[in-house]
């Protein structure tokens, strides 16, 4: 059965717009955890516009499920992940004029540089997952490189503008989850996934765990922040 994870970047979104302390994304993360999830994300990004390292620290202490720090592969940031030891990374892309992670990794483009960068997690026995894109030669590269995990981009099947598109986005990913499976790899998703579109999931078991954020932080300033978590729950776990 698959697991919900839930990232808290965008409770700390709605945090920076006013430069204040509320809402408090490690006091999200613990509903979320009541509510039933079994992961907690963040990402702590160059420009820190949004999780910081105070954030981090706490969720560190605080977190009873598993912790993901998604990160860019860079000296600062892989410093500080070794240095507060979480569950989980996510090796990301990242560009300093996205709104959020517009793609996969291209782990082809520096294989060396990101099988360095999972050996030194592993020596700290922290987990490895690659974000890539639904791509057969970067699922490869991310299991030469040391990947314990892939996570699918699902953005493009999320932004798709028709029935058509989303159905040619979708079977992308249903190929290559089924190439990471081979691979001996294990598989989670996410990237644009909400309490709609995430349904057609349900014909890939092989998926363990969603990586979902903004639709719950979304719908939660409508329900609650425990009742969003619930309302996925709920669906993912009719898979």
Request: hydrophobic share 40%; charged share 30%; glycine share 6%.
């Amino acid at each position: 059965m698959a697991r919900l994870a839930v990232n808290v970047d965008h409770v700390a979104t709605v945090r920076q717009a006013r430069g204040t302390d509320e809402p408090d994304p490690v006091l999200a993360a613990g509903i979320a955890e009541l509510a039933g999830a079994e992961g907690i994300i963040c990402h702590l990004r160059e420009d820190r516009r949004h999780i910081n390292e105070r954030d981090l620290s706490l969720l560190r202490q605080t977190v009873k499920t598993r912790l993901n720090m998604e990160m860019a592969a860079v000296n600062e940031i892989v410093d500080i992940a070794l240095s507060v030891k979480p569950d989980l990374v996510t090796l990301v892309p990242e560009k300093r004029q996205e709104l959020t992670t517009e793609g996969g990794l291209d782990v082809k483009a520096e294989p060396d540089h990101y099988k360095r960068v999972a050996d030194l997690m592993k020596k700290a026995n922290i987990s490895v997952s690659f974000f890539v894109d639904p791509e057969t030669d970067q699922i490869k590269a991310s299991c030469e490189c040391g990947a314990d995990i892939v996570e699918i981009h699902t953005g493009h099947y999320a932004d798709a503008k028709s029935y058509d598109e989303a159905t040619v986005q979708f079977k992308r990913i249903e190929n290559a989850v089924k190439v990471a499976a081979d691979l001996g790899l294990k598989v989670s998703a996410g990237h644009g996934l909400g309490y709609i579109n995430i349904k057609r999931f349900r014909t890939l078991p092989l998926i363990s765990e969603y990586s979902i954020g903004h639709s719950i932080v979304a719908r939660s300033v409508i329900t609650g922040f425990e009742r969003a978590v619930r309302d996925m729950l709920d669906i993912i776990k009719g898979f």
